[in-house]
């Protein structure tokens, strides 16, 4: 089983659909995800919203800082913002680590359909990595 860890700020929007779509396009028998956050947000409602539009219930995600799971040996952990990257506490981990810095659809100040397009573009690029993740190392 590998364990795969997706890092961001607050574990409320972008590691939170990340964590979705692993789940998602992995085989459920070689991997388990996890996503938490260096600060514990909640889950956004917008990106519960969002990633049901396709098909993915994330409404039952918590929100978890990473400290929880330091127990945990990971096998690869994906930091999807900078601030993630850069402010993680360290915890000894062999892990593979990948960034990739998603723009925050929380952060919009547009009104609400501009800001859920704003959700939509940012889960299509989720998307597209998550899958193309998936793919490159094996895992579904």
Known sequence: MKNILVL?????CRSQM????????ANSEKVEVYSAGIETHG?????????KEDDIDISQYTSNNVEEYRDISFNYVITVCD???ENCP?????AV????????PSKSTSAAPEIMNEF?????????????????????
């Not at 961001?8 to 409320?12: E, L, M, P, W």
């Not at 889950?43 to 990633?51: D, G, K, R, S």
């Not at 360290?90 to 062999?94: I, L, M, S, V």
């Not at 989720?126 to 998936?134: G, L, P, R």
């Open 97 to 104: 680590k990948f960034h990739h810095n998603f723009p925050d």
């Open 83 to 85: 601030n993630a990257k």
């Open 90 to 94: 360290y915890f000894p981990t062999k």
């Open 120 to 140: 939509r573009v940012v889960r299509e690029m989720i998307k597209e990595y998550c899958q193309a993740f998936i793919l490159k190392n094996q895992l579904n």
């Open 18 to 25: 990340a964590h979705g779509y692993l789940a998602h396009f």
């Open 8 to 12: 961001c700020t607050g574990n409320s």
């Open 43 to 51: 889950v956004n409602p917008l990106a519960i919203a969002i990633m």
